[in-house]
């Protein structure tokens, strides 16, 4: 969420800024809710000056002559009416909060100076590429193919017992997925000193709200029922962002580093025919996240550091991928810059996003009210929170499956995966 002392002041700014995003700030709504708001606190100020003149009137009178009870009957007609006018500009005031409240939750975060224009994904650009595409002698298969090959992705059996796009892994398959989690969780811990943190997979709306995907983006969610104000987690950004929720952290202690394994579920709404086969864009997918908590001076360092850690697992795991920043037309609501990694698929003979990683600024932490104090001044300060896929498990599964095919059907675990293969050379 923006800073609304900020809109105010640079309202021409941020609505010149935003249309990089191909949004269209609405600043005559702005301004009439903003002086609406105004107007009633100086309304609200008036009337309190009046109560607090007709209050002193009470020991004026009583110095007169008139009796306490005599004063106070005099007086207390006046004060019943200010009373009455005071409970009802609390109301309208209360209204017009919840509607400017309204219209900040819709205004997404304003794009980082670094963002390239552009209107859509066709427009990112790219920034590096890694590792060279395999060339192969022979008929490459997709991942669907190899894994019904290894009879080790069923989604006939998963259609029947719950629907299109979930999926049942068996054997070597889902040993092979399981082991990209276990790697995965080992690097970021071990090697890139995060936390592991163990989350819920269900939330509350008011943690989805602190991250920005309500209520923007209900219609992307599994609510659990109509009237339940719990969904399921459609990152494991949410869960491990709100851990810092409410709080000021100490500022010696920072950054903050988490990482978490969870599943995953969205709805897809909007996708309808894209990506139906495979595991591309499933309901439930898991996905091993990374989340840093840091100072506002360290963010843009902290995204670029952030990525790397993403794309030290795409390199030991020996599968190429090019590195886009996103153009403002691709750039997520609350995000102010991102980097997706794509992983190379010799199938479909491109690249695939298999990580987005991002810095929201203060956006999410100004909904949070998650802060720290600085070294220099008593007064807290709002934190800057990055996230960002570590990876995505499913589509690292479906990299693996297709990159290091064999032309017998069978698969060649990469060399960092073989100690969670139980030695394992291939599947």
Same mark, same amino acid.
């Given at each position: 969420m923006l800073d609304i002392k900020y809109l105010r002041s640079h309202l021409d700014d941020v609505a010149e800024a935003l249309t990089i995003?191909?949004?269209?700030?609405?600043?005559?709504?702005? +301004?009439? /809710?903003?002086?609406?708001?105004?107007?009633?606190?100086? +309304?609200?100020?008036?009337?309190?000056?009046?109560?607090?003149?007709?209050?002193?009137?009470?020991?004026?009178?009583?110095? !007169?002559?008139? !009796?306490?009870?005599?004063?106070?009957?005099?007086?207390?007609?006046?004060?019943?009416?200010?009373? !009455?006018?005071?409970?009802? /500009?609390?109301?309208?005031?209360?209204?017009? $909060?919840?509607?400017?409240?309204?219209?900040?939750? $819709?205004? =997404?975060?304003? =794009?980082?100076a670094e963002v =390239?224009?552009?209107? $859509? &994904?066709?427009?990112?650009? &790219?920034?590096?590429?890694?590792?060279? =595409?395999?060339?192969?002698?022979?008929?490459?298969? $997709?991942?669907?193919?190899?894994?019904?090959?290894?009879?080790? /992705?069923?989604?006939?059996?998963?259609?029947?017992?719950?629907?299109?796009?979930?999926?049942?892994?068996?054997?070597?398959?889902?040993?092979?997925?399981?082991?990209?989690?276990?790697?995965?969780?080992?690097?970021?811990?071990?090697?890139?000193?995060? /936390?592991?943190?163990?989350?819920p997979l269900i939330v509350n709306a008011e943690a989805l709200t602190g991250t920005g995907q309500l209520p923007k983006f209900e219609e992307d969610l599994f609510k659990l029922t109509v009237d339940s104000d719990y969904y399921l987690i459609p990152t494991a950004e949410v869960p491990v962002t709100n851990l810092v929720r409410d709080t000021i952290v100490d500022v010696k202690t920072l950054p903050l580093k988490f990482v978490a394994h969870t599943s995953c579920f969205r709805s897809e709404a909007g996708s309808h025919g894209r990506d139906t086969r495979g595991l591309i864009r499933q309901h439930q997918f898991e996905k091993v996240e990374l989340v840093q908590v840091v100072k506002a001076e360290d963010s843009a360092q902290a995204l670029e550091t952030l990525t790397g850690h993403a794309e030290s697992i795409l390199q030991k795991l020996d599968l190429p991928y090019r590195k886009v920043i996103l153009c403002g037309g691709d750039l997520s609501f609350g995000s102010r810059k991102t980097y997706d990694l794509e992983v190379w698929l010799p199938a479909q003979d491109c690249y695939r996003e298999i990580s987005s990683c991002s810095n929201f600024g203060d956006y999410q932490a100004r909904r949070l009210k998650a802060r720290t104090r600085s070294a220099e001044s008593a007064k807290p300060e709002l934190l800057h929170t990055l996230n960002g896929s570590g990876l995505a498990v499913g589509r690292t599964l479906v990299a693996v499956l297709e990159n290091h095919q064999n032309q017998d059907g069978t698969i060649s675990i990469p060399k960092a995966l073989q100690p969670y293969m139980n030695g394992l050379l291939s599947i």
């Open positions: 995003k191909g949004y269209q700030l609405d600043k005559a709504q702005f +301004e009439a /809710l903003d002086a609406e708001r105004k107007h009633s606190d100086i +309304e609200s100020q008036s009337l309190l000056a009046k109560r607090k003149q007709a209050s002193k009137k009470i020991g004026e009178l009583v110095q !007169s002559g008139l !009796s306490v009870d005599d004063a106070k009957a005099q007086v207390n007609e006046t004060l019943a009416l200010i009373d !009455s006018s005071l409970s009802t /500009l609390k109301q309208q005031a209360s209204n017009v $909060d919840e509607k400017l409240q309204q219209f900040l939750y $819709d205004v =997404p975060n304003i =794009p980082d =390239p224009a552009g209107k $859509d &994904e066709s427009d990112n650009v &790219e920034v590096l590429r890694w590792g060279t =595409p395999r060339s192969f002698d022979f008929d490459v298969l $997709d991942h669907v193919a190899l894994g019904a090959k290894a009879q080790g /992705l069923d989604f006939e059996v998963a259609a029947q017992m719950t629907g299109t796009r979930f999926a049942v892994l068996k054997g070597g398959v889902a040993r092979l997925h399981r082991a990209l989690a276990q790697f995965m969780l080992d690097q970021h811990t071990d090697e890139n000193n995060y /936390l592991e943190v163990n989350v």
